[in-house]
Every structure is written in structure tokens, then in C-alpha cells.
């Protein structure tokens, strides 16, 4: 890395879970959700990336925006464009994930006519699925992708009980778990602990579309970054929250030698991992967990050799050199 200059910067920042209500607890009443204030630690983050001495080209919120508190308290909209709001501070363009809250709050319909519908639909060329799975991906400069992944594309929130993928979603969970409740995780085994209801899975098509991405990524040489609510690795987070079918798609990322990193959300003690490809595994930790005194967002320096993660409060920062062309 001979000159210090990035080729660009973006931020990041996942698990908001803004709420207009005072703190709680999570299920396991063992940690403190600090609700309304999320969105006072949003607002430093922006302040911080405007800041910036090279402003970030982009944000990467990476799901969980607003809590599902707010379908109870019928606040999801007013709560939605109070986030919106915010981030439209940034002034710059924010890529949304889509995590098990959204779906808590908004069908997946009306998701996608939402603000957070981030899918970018070029006049010409075609960079997304379907309009029905919210996966798309975007190069903000030459030689480097990003994709945008829909982990709840095989699930049963998000879907109607009628969709055919609601029921293929329903008999993967109760194959592998036989609780009443199924947000209590199976006792079967370690691993086994993801099949509960607010993880979610990539279907065949979406994984077809990603391995084609991919291809032609690897045939232009170009470096990809993944993004995903839901971590893909057992070694970069707590199984309850990976993936179901977390295996399928490192089996993808490792037939690849484009991909240099998957970054997601969902587990609020965030994780990270280098796998013997040589990918990062980069999961943050959330801003609803953290208290009012810290913060939990990064912005990322792009170079031609490397990533450099700049942290701030509860995440590290983090040198993540790129892997060899195999």
C-alpha cells in the first residue's frame, strides 16, 4: 500500500433497532436494549463520517433498522422515516439489508415500496433477481462489487403462509426443530441452534444468481464484498444466528476467487473470522446493545491490496488484506 490515499470509503453501522420507548431487555432478559437512544448513537456516526477527511462514498446498513416493539405500539412507519431521516443526513447513498425486524413491522410488498428498498435498477443491464427477492448488487469503482443479499428469502416472516416459500421454509425448521416455540433452538446439537424462527435461509435461486455474480466478477477481476443480515461463518458469530443454509453458501464463496469479504449483522455481539480461503467473516456488533456512552459503526478504507476497518466504540479496527488469486 504505497500511497495512503483509499480508492474510496464507506461506512457501516448495523442493529439500530430504534424504538421511541425507554430501554429493555433482550428475550433472555440478560442484556440492556437502549431503544430510543440508537438513534442519538446514528447521529454521532454521521457526524463522525462527515467528518471524514475522504468522505464516504456510501453507507452499508446491514438490516434491523427499526425493532419489532413498533408493530406492537402501530409506530412502524412514524419510527421507519424517523430512521430514514437521519440517514438522509449522511448525504450520501445507503445500501439497506433486510433483517428479521423489517419483517417483524412490514410485509415483504411493502418493503419493497418502502424507503429502504435500496436495489439499484440501471436503465440498461439487469442487477438484480426478481421482484420478488431482495438481492442486487453495485460497483462504486472499477474493479470492485458489492452484493446485497436477501437472508429471509427462505423463511416464515417475511412470506405469506400461502407462498410456497413460507411452506418449504416451515418444514426446513421443523425438520430440525421440535420446540413449541420455535424461536427456543433445537438441543440437538451446537450448530443446530440456527433453526429458529427469526433466522432465515438463501434459496436456490438466489444462490444460482449469486454463483453467476460471481462468475463474471472472477472473469473481470474484480474484488467482491458481501452483505448479509445473517452470518454465514460458525466461526464469525453465535450459531443462533447463522444462516440455515449457511454451508451452501460458503461452498459458493470458496469456488470464487473474486470474493475478499461477507459482512453482516444480526448477532449484537458482533465476531470475525479469516477462513482458509483466505475471506474475511466481518460481523458487527449492534448499536441497540450499546450503551449511550460508547458507539458501534465503522467506515472501511478501500486500497488496491487491502481493506482497513476504522472502528468506533465497540467495533475494532481491523486490517483485512485481500486474498490471493488462486
Given amino acids: 500500500m504505497e500511497d495512503c490515499t483509499p480508492l474510496f470509503t464507506f461506512g457501516i453501522i448495523a442493529d439500530i433497532q430504534y424504538a421511541d420507548k425507554d430501554d ?8 440492556r436494549r437502549y431503544y430510543r437512544n440508537s438513534l442519538e448513537l446514528l447521529r454521532s456516526a454521521n457526524r ?8 464516504p462514498r456510501f453507507i452499508l446498513q446491514l438490516g434491523d433498522v427499526i425493532d419489532g416493539f413498533n408493530k406492537k405500539n402501530e409506530a412502524s412507519d412514524r419510527a421507519l ?3 430514514v431521516s437521519e440517514f438522509d443526513n449522511c448525504l450520501v447513498k445507503v445500501h439497506h439489508v433486510w433483517g428479521n425486524h423489517e419483517f417483524y413491522n412490514f410485509s415483504r410488498n411493502s418493503l419493497f415500496a418502502s424507503s429502504i ?3 439499484t435498477k440501471p436503465a440498461s443491464g439487469r442487477n438484480f433477481i426478481d421482484d420478488e427477492i431482495y438481492a442486487y448488487h453495485f460497483s462504486p ?6 452484493v446485497v443479499l436477501d437472508a429471509y428469502d427462505l423463511s416464515i416472516i417475511g412470506r405469506d403462509p400461502t407462498h410456497e416459500k413460507y411452506n418449504q421454509a416451515m418444514n426446513i425448521l421443523k425438520e430440525q426443530n421440535t420446540n413449541n416455540d420455535l424461536n427456543h433452538p433445537p438441543a440437538s446439537g451446537w450448530l443446530e441452534q440456527r433453526f429458529v424462527k427469526f433466522n432465515g435461509a438463501f434459496s436456490q435461486e438466489q444462490l444460482q444468481w449469486l454463483d453467476k455474480v460471481l462468475t463474471l466478477a472472477d472473469q473481470k477481476q474484480e ?11 460458525p466461526d464469525s458469530a453465535d450459531p443462533i444466528c447463522l444462516a440455515w443454509n449457511y454451508d451452501a453458501m460458503l461452498s459458493i464463496l470458496h469456488s470464487h476467487s473474486s470474493v475478499i469479504c461477507f459482512i453482516a449483522g444480526h448477532d449484537h455481539d458482533g465476531g470475525y473470522h479469516k477462513d482458509a480461503s483466505g475471506i474475511h467473516h466481518l460481523t458487527l456488533e449492534g448499536v441497540i446493545e450499546t450503551h449511550p456512552d460508547s458507539n458501534a459503526f465503522g467506515t472501511v478504507y478501500v486500497y488496491e491490496d487491502q481493506m482497513v476497518l476504522k472502528g468506533n466504540g465497540r467495533i475494532s479496527d481491523r486490517v483485512l488484506v485481500y486474498p490471493s488469486p488462486s
Fill in 117 to 119: 428498498n435500496s436495489e
Fill in 24 to 31: 429493555g431487555f433482550n428475550f433472555l432478559r440478560t442484556r
Fill in 141 to 146: 469503482a472499477p474493479k470492485f462489487r458489492f
Fill in 81 to 83: 422515516e424517523t430512521v
Fill in 48 to 55: 463522525v463520517w462527515k467528518e471524514e477527511p475522504v468522505n
Fill in 223 to 233: 474484488r467482491v464484498t458481501i452483505l448479509s443480515h445473517l452470518p454465514v461463518h
